[in-house]
């Protein structure tokens, strides 16, 4: 079982940067695929980056040069860094692990940009 809880978000002005963090209660090691989704009110959650355990990374288009992704496996965190931030930038960003066949979320942390 994996537990993962994020931090990092608040609110910030168009065009500034915040850095999402994402702890997880188990070595990440060997975790082989981890990555980060947000949900806007009113729409579909949707997948931002994923990173796995070969440092291999993936992006929304609409978010690429924009956002990267990265993992500390010596803290056991995910991170994703967020410039240039936008306000359809706004939502509820969650963590999540695939491990063992099975799904993880955090709980989820709020991004808002302001415009």
């Known amino acids: 079982q994996v537990q993962l809880v994020e931090s990092g978000g608040g609110l910030v002005q168009a065009g500034g940067s915040l850095r999402l963090s994402c702890a997880a209660s188990?070595?990440?090691?060997?975790?082989?695929?981890m990555g980060w989704y947000r949900q806007a009110p009113g729409k579909q959650r949707e997948v931002v980056a994923s990173?796995?355990?070969?440092?291999?990374?993936n992006f929304a288009d609409s978010v690429k040069g924009r956002f990267t992704i990265s993992r500390d496996n010596a803290k056991n965190t995910v991170y994703l860094q967020m410039n240039s931030l936008k306000p359809e930038d706004t939502a509820v960003y969650y963590c999540y692990a695939r491990y063992r066949l099975h799904d993880y979320w955090g709980q989820g942390t709020q991004v808002t940009v302001s415009s």
């Open positions: 188990r070595t990440i090691f060997s975790i082989s695929f």
């Open positions: 990173i796995t355990s070969g440092g291999n990374t």
